[in-house]
């Protein structure tokens, strides 16, 4: 589980139901990594994660996806784009759990979720400018909304 660095914060009993989620489909195979960090809970059947590694793998995943993209006049700025929103989510969150304060830590829990609105939109991008990388793309693109809605949770839930 996540350990927040900020222990004032409600945020813990939270962060912990968020993280308890069950593995999306085919990310692990599709992408060559997994980033889980045990087994199932047998009373649950879910999957415990650990956000700051989800975070980094799937900025990892990004940076392999990009790696198949052609370079072109049209492509360079996309990769560049997504490349920056993509790893830097988990920058971010790394970040956030080194805030000072509340409002620091909820400030910077809300860039996350911008920039997991970014990469979304970037990876709809190069799936239309490279129609063969379509279904990666949509592999990606579903564990940034999957980020997205943890991310946007974890903000609503913690008072500025």
């Known amino acids: 589980m996540v350990k927040l660095q900020n222990p004032t914060s409600k945020l813990h009993r939270s962060a912990k139901l968020q993280l308890e989620t069950k593995r999306p489909p085919n990310y692990a195979e599709a992408n060559g990594t997994d ?12 999957h415990p994660f650990d956000l700051e590694e989800r975070t980094a793998c799937f900025g ?33 969150y790394c970040e956030a759990n080194e805030g000072v304060s509340k409002k620091d830590f909820r400030n910077i829990i809300g860039r996350c ?48």
């Not at 980033?35 to 879910?46: F, L």
């Not at 911008?114 to 990876?123: G, I, P, Q, V």
């Not at 799936?127 to 903000?155: C, G, M, V």
Request: charged content about 25%; proline content about 5%.
């Open 60 to 92: 990892a995943a990004i940076i392999r996806f990009l790696k198949k993209v052609p370079h072109g006049p049209n492509n360079n700025r996309l990769i560049d784009q997504l490349v920056g929103c993509g790893t830097s989510i988990g920058a971010n």
């Open 35 to 46: 980033w889980s960090v045990g087994e199932d809970s047998p009373a649950t059947g879910r």
């Open 113 to 160: 979720v911008k920039e997991a609105k970014e990469t979304k939109f970037f990876l709809r991008m190069i799936a239309t400018s490279e129609p063969a990388l379509a279904d990666q793309a949509r592999t990606l693109y579903r564990e940034a909304q999957e980020l997205h809605l943890i991310f946007a949770s974890i903000y609503r839930n913690t008072k500025p």
